[in-house]
């Protein structure tokens, strides 16, 4: 089972607010990935860390988006202006490394409505 | 670019028989990744395979698949399916591409009737 940590397990926000969610990963995995479930249940990646460095992240991250994974406290990502397309399900998964390869476990999830 | 590609949108069977979920995937690395979540009704994806070698089969929890690079495919199956197996099963591809993000497919969702 995922011991990865979500925070909280649902939002609500109106247009124009922020939205805050927060990921404690699973003890040891130093690389933490956030991903959009829409209600059409398609994934969308938006962004990586390994420890405190962004990986990768998507256009959408770049503009209204912004994500941390400060040492020693969760990582975190933030909406600064919601708007409706934002409702969805937002994941955070972790891994660690081995053998090259990048198993993700799945935290439970933030449920993000924008009224 | 890369993608996953889940021909069954949905697959309706009757318990006890066998499930078969198709995927298959297009890279241009010589190395993938391959995985199947499951995902139940309002709960997050669960891993339930993984595979990177070639023609070896991967199994747990009663489910199977080998990872089959001439054919681009790690297709599913389960000799008997339960009723617990209804979800929604989606296969991903990872990639040394540097970010080894996930990219999944479209999801089957697998429903089975007593």
């Known amino acids: 089972n995922s011991k990865v940590i979500q925070t909280p397990r649902y939002l609500v926000k109106g247009q124009g607010q922020k939205a805050k969610m927060r990921c404690i990963p699973e003890?040891?995995?130093?690389?933490v990935f956030w991903y959009q479930q829409n209600k059409n249940n398609e994934f969308k990646f938006l962004i990586n860390?390994?420890?405190?460095?962004?990986?990768?992240q998507i256009d959408m991250t770049e503009k209204r988006f912004s994500a941390e994974c400060p040492s020693n406290s969760p990582c975190s990502l933030e909406i600064q202006s919601s708007e409706a397309g934002d409702s969805a399900l937002y994941l955070c998964?972790?891994?660690?490394?081995?053998?090259?390869?990048?198993?993700?476990?799945f935290g439970p999830g933030t449920r993000l409505t924008v009224l | 670019g890369d993608s996953v590609t889940q021909t069954e949108g949905l697959v309706t069977l009757t318990e006890g028989l066998p499930v078969m979920l198709n995927c298959t995937y297009q890279?241009?690395?010589?190395?993938?990744?391959l995985f199947w979540y499951v995902q139940h009704l309002n709960e997050s994806p669960r891993l339930l395979l993984k595979?990177?070698?070639?023609?070896k089969r991967t199994e747990h929890q009663g489910f199977h698949a080998t990872l089959h690079k001439s054919s681009s495919s790690f297709h599913l199956q389960k000799s008997s399916a339960q009723l617990s197996d209804s979800a929604l099963y989606y296969c991903?591809?990872?990639?040394?591409?540097?970010?080894?993000?996930?990219?999944f497919g479209s999801g089957t969702q697998l429903t089975v009737m007593p």
């Open positions: 998964a972790s891994s660690l490394p081995g053998q090259g390869i990048y198993e993700q476990y």
């Open positions: 003890k040891g995995h130093p690389v």
């Open positions: 860390f390994q420890n405190q460095e962004v990986l990768q």
């Open positions: 890279t241009i690395y010589s190395n993938p990744f």
């Open positions: 595979s990177f070698t070639d023609n």
């Open positions: 991903a591809l990872s990639v040394s591409s540097g970010s080894w993000q996930l990219i």
